[in-house]
């Protein structure tokens, strides 16, 4: 399997820079997964494909402004630092630009010397271990020196940082949005749950990582990053009862998959458990817990469009991917939507 197999051809264009005022009225690329049947709706419309007999998984993460851009202490030299894990309480594990100019005992200002990093250590892929010093609550402090982490392609500055995340946002963590969920408003939750269906929500808080291009040409070479999880009885409870019943369960995002995959026994039952996954899911991996998938347009081979095109098979993916680029929808972050099912 190459990565090549899953490249398709994206106008600069059609990369979305900026969020659609109204969350739902995103367009919908709805798949059907066996047929490779497609239709073409808008993202309110989502209603119309939910039974009361589903359960939508939610992932609750909430993105952290883990973008710092400050000094090294004693020059002029700018350093730009994106928090990627937390070691311990003062101790992060950063991706630092340029890294040059963050050799081990390193220190940098930031907000005029409100916070500072030194550079404790040098660890995996050039990823530096900073301890800061600080006065006061570091997430208060964060909050107001830190900018949104937005994908690379997106070049556009973000007006209202709460636009990168989703309305049910929860715990804090991640260094990425999941992107599929921000074209839920509160009101169409509501509209879900009054419709009866089941809304279980997981934490998983997403790494970098996701953006990270496949190097390797041969896709079974790619290493994946680790990312942690959360899932609690609550959750656990919904989705086994509605597996139990016959029901579908329906992952909001590629985050939320992975969590419940990740989490699942071998019968595709869940038991609350917190933990780090590296699952790879590509063509030919069988869904434990999953049955449906609402998700948003993916970067030509990636391992996002593995996973969409393991659940729906890669031609339809591929032929879907086709048909959005001609109807002009808008793809990645701040992109329009798909349902397979």
Partial sequence: MKKTDFYYDLPQELIAQDPLLDRSASRLLVLDKETGVIEHHHFRDILNYLKPTDCLVLNDTKVIPARLIGNKVGTEGKVEILLLKRKSDCVWETLVKPGKKAKIGSRISFGDGILIGEVIDIVEEGNRLIKFEYEGIFEEILDSLGQMPLPPYITHQLEDKNRYQTVYATHSGSAAAPTAGLHFTPELLQAVEDKGVKIAKVTLHVGLGTFRPVKEDDVLAHHMHSEFYHIDEEACQKINETKKAGGRIICVGTTSCRTVEAAAREDGYLEAKSGWTEIFIYPGYKFKVL???????????????????????????????????????????????????
């Fill in 291 to 341: 049955d449906g998938l609402i998700t948003n347009f993916h970067l030509p081979e990636s391992t996002l469009i593995m996973l969409v095109s393991a659940l729906a098979g890669r031609e339809h993916i591929l032929n879907a991917y086709e048909e959005a680029v001609k109807e002009k929808y808008r793809f990645f972050s701040f992109g329009d939507a798909m349902l397979i099912l």
